[in-house]
């Protein structure tokens, strides 16, 4: 139990274009969702925290205009990175959380999001 | 602030024991947890701690003191499939958020 998929797990695009990465929690219901960012040898930061039917809490630095989430339901949160740079090329990895599982976060396996 | 500091990275041999070390310095402290992470990979969760102590399950073992906001990761009989970054993570109460360590890649070698 406890399994959270994101798709894809890669993805190449283009300078200028948005890119869609979809994090779902498969059997477990999730009203909290959160959005990380790892860059090569380093750990993981938060970006922003998503809530069910709310909008998301962005943590300090992150552009809530350049990255839009949307938590429609409970089991589904969206990341849209917006007009992508190569500088936002990272691997982005979701989390959720299980109310249900005191307050353990499950991980999904992450999108490597490459921008020419 | 938040500061939550580990070493960048450390070497051992196949067999031994190995600490890894965690510091913070946060307000509204709920729990540490450690997780294990291969290159490429989510984070796999190791181990949680809440109270003050040693807690043991198999080869890890974690320790928490939250009047020194240091806690340590313990690896026993390394092998080389423990070749990873190993994060810890401070949760928050109130907004149930994890903020991550700087991470520890540890190389075991034969």
């Known amino acids: 139990g406890a399994v959270v998929s994101q798709h894809p797990s890669w993805v190449i695009c283009k300078s200028g274009t948005s890119v869609k990465i979809e994090c779902r929690s498969l059997?477990?219901?999730?009203?909290?969702m959160f959005w990380y960012r790892q860059f090569p040898k380093q750990s993981l930061m938060l970006m922003a925290t998503s809530n069910e039917g709310s909008k998301a809490t962005y943590e300090q630095g992150v552009e809530k205009d350049k990255f839009l989430i949307n938590h429609a339901s409970l089991t589904l949160s969206t990341l849209t990175v917006t007009s992508a740079h190569p500088e936002d090329s990272s691997f982005y990895i979701c989390?959720?959380?299980?109310?249900?599982?005191?307050?353990?976060?499950?991980f999904g396996p992450g999108t490597r999001l490459t921008v020419l | 602030g938040q500061n939550i500091d580990q070493p960048t990275e450390m070497t051992a041999t196949e067999g031994a024991i190995v600490q890894i070390n965690c510091t913070y310095q946060t307000s509204g402290f709920n729990g540490l947890f450690w997780y294990q992470q291969h290159a490429g990979e989510a984070p796999t969760f190791l181990s949680y701690?809440?109270?003050?102590g040693l807690e043991e399950k198999g080869r890890f073992s974690s320790f928490l003191s939250r009047s020194k906001g240091y806690s340590y990761l313990l690896l026993k009989e390394l092998q080389m499939k423990d070749s990873a970054s190993y994060l810890c993570a401070v949760l928050f109460s109130g907004t149930y958020k994890y903020i991550f360590g700087t991470g520890t890649r540890l190389k075991v070698l034969a």
């Open positions: 059997d477990f219901q999730a009203t909290t």
């Open positions: 989390s959720a959380r299980d109310v249900n599982r005191y307050n353990e976060q499950f």
């Open positions: 701690n809440v109270l003050d």
